[in-house]
């Protein structure tokens, strides 16, 4: 980015965007986390969940946005373990998972 002229330009658009993408990966962590207490699989949702973190992440790596950045790499790397396990997700990565999510 060149100047802060255009930052604001794409700062609604941003959020917007943002927004719609954390309730996409609230849904997803909610439905993971109910399978972690039934110690069932949850493909699709990791995989959705993942989704929405790596879109949030490159989406705040054009604005500049390094805080969201960091926590969603990290959240990604908890989840591509989740994925190469088929879906599942120890219990104990849950909580960490919720508090990146609210901190983002």
């Known amino acids: 980015m060149s100047g802060t ?3 604001a330009e794409f700062l609604p658009a941003y959020l917007a965007e943002a927004d719609e993408l954390l309730a996409s990966a609230q849904k997803d962590l909610l439905a993971v986390e109910e399978s972690v207490r039934k110690g069932q699989a949850q493909p699709r949702a990791v995989r959705e969940l993942f989704r929405a973190l790596h879109t949030l992440k490159g989406l705040s790596a054009m ?3 390094e ?3 960091s926590l ?3 959240m990604e790397a908890s989840l591509r373990l989740a994925d190469q396990a088929g879906g599942r997700l120890p219990e ?3 909580e960490p998972l919720v508090e990146g999510l ?3």
């Open 92 to 94: 104990s990565s849950v």
């Open 67 to 69: 805080s969201v950045v």
């Open 102 to 104: 609210r901190a983002i």
């Open 63 to 65: 604005v500049d946005v």
């Open 72 to 74: 969603a790499h990290w």
């Open 5 to 7: 002229g255009e930052f």
